[in-house]
């Protein structure tokens, strides 16, 4: 079937036996949807995901901090005591065993974030996308070290060789510590990455409802219920702007996306006249379009150049940034 993007389909099974004195008898299934998304809407839930498994990660490694701090104490205790007792083997144990699940919690949230990075515009070279992807495969591979020694330390723990054990400890610290900082610095740098690309979309997404604005403008059906979609689908787009600069301003360096509410008040001013131009009572509908359309040109003209701001100043920073970042 040549099914296209952005359209809802309703489709149903029906199946006929070969009953011919009864005319065939039929039935049919329920009734089943189905849309097919179109390649923003893919992006926009790619990044959706990523950025959900940025906060899952963000939130494991915090858990992490916590293990560490368990395993300070079981250091102290292994110093102080010149033997283990069976109730200090068990919080041993129990701690490999937390540990465990972390590091599986950790590499699963790492794996999901490879997959997301690599479905994201697949077709286009992306450099710092190939390298977070290596650094992520590179990570995973280390806390694959991590499990084999926690497999180790179980054994010791077990047979009560204390001495050994304990040097494991330490061991395993150093590489858990130095695990946790490389997903740190992965985490932002794929925050960087969230960031960019979200900047860029809602740039395209800035251009395309600018270049609708302009076409209502010069339609013969040009009405007011058309003004107010395209009304709400900025008022969408400056919430995403809004959530856009609060992530950005969470990283550790900020990154120079333009944001310009002076701008975003016009274009909304400029539109709420061409509604309200729209909607007045006049029989003439030709006169309300054309007071309407100077409006809708103006809003139109700015958002174009708002989007096409924005775009520049991305690619312009993008090289050097992208550079800075991989190093």
Known sequence: LDIKQGVNYEYYFEVFDNDAVHNYKSTKSSVFSHRELTEEEKQENALQEQNSNINSLEKSIKNQDKQMSELDKLQKMGKEKTNMDFKDQKKIQDFINRQKQQDEMMKEFSKKLSENLEQFNPEKKDEFKEELMKRLEKNEKEAEKNQKLLDELKELTNK??????????????????????????????????????????????????????????????????????????????????RELDKQNRELKKPMDVP?????????????????EELKKENKDSKEKASKAKPKQKSAAEKMKQMGGEMMDAMAGGEMEQMEEDVK
């Open 160 to 241: 009560l060789k204390e001495e050994e054990l304990f040097d494991k400890l330490d061991k395993f610290k150093q590489n858990a510590k130095d695990n946790s900082k490389n997903l740190e610095q992965l985490v932002e740098l794929t925050k960087r990455f969230y960031v960019e690309k979200k900047a860029e979309q809602i740039a395209e997404k800035l251009e395309k409802l600018g270049e609708k604005q302009d076409k209502l403008s010069e339609d013969k059906d040009n009405n007011a219920q058309k003004q107010d979609e395209i009304n709400k689908e900025f008022d969408k787009l400056q919430e995403e702007m």
């Open 259 to 275: 944001t310009d509410e002076k701008q975003e008040k016009s274009i909304e001013d400029d539109m709420k006249k061409a509604s």
